[in-house]
Nanobody, 114 residues
Framework: VQLQASGGGLVRVGGSLRLSCATT????????MAWYRRASGKQREPVAVLTRGGDANYADSVKGRFTISRDNAKKTVYLQMNNLKPEDTAVYYC?????????WGQGTQVTVSS
C-alpha cells in the first residue's frame, strides 16, 4: 500500500494546517492509522492515533489542538492542527498500523514561526 502525505508548510504561531494522508486501499481494513512526527535532532514520536473503531488518542502535547479524522470513501486520514506552536515544527509522517506492524509514508514538513 502507498501512503501519500501532504498539507505541510510554513505557518505562524497560532495558525492552523490540515495534513492529509491518502492511501491506495480502504483504511478501515487496518487496525489503526496514525500520525507521527520527528523534530530536528529528536526521535520520531506519536502525535495521534485513530483506531478502526473510531477511537482517537493524542499525545499530551497536542490534546485540545489537534484532531485526527478519516474519510473512508476517500481513503484518507487527516490531521487538523490548530493553535500551532514553534515546538510543533517537525516532519510529520502518516502510518498504517496493522498486526503490530507499521507502514510509513513519506513525511511532510511543518514549520511554525514565531
Amino acid at each position: 500500500v502507498q501512503l501519500q502525505a501532504s498539507g505541510g508548510g510554513l505557518v505562524r504561531v497560532g495558525g492552523s494546517l490540515r495534513l492529509s494522508c491518502a492511501t491506495t486501499r480502504s483504511i478501515i481494513r487496518y487496525d489503526a492509522m496514525a500520525w507521527y512526527r520527528r523534530a530536528s535532532g529528536k526521535q520520531r514520536e506519536p502525535v495521534a492515533v485513530l483506531t478502526r473503531g473510531g477511537d482517537a488518542n493524542y499525545a499530551d502535547s497536542v490534546k485540545g489542538r489537534f484532531t485526527i479524522s478519516r474519510d473512508n470513501a476517500k481513503k484518507t486520514v487527516y490531521l487538523q492542527m490548530n493553535n500551532l506552536k514553534p515546538e510543533d515544527t517537525a516532519v510529520y509522517y502518516c502510518s498504517i498500523i496493522d498486526d503490530a506492524r507499521f507502514q510509513w509514508g513519506q513525511g511532510t514538513q511543518v514549520t511554525v514561526s514565531s
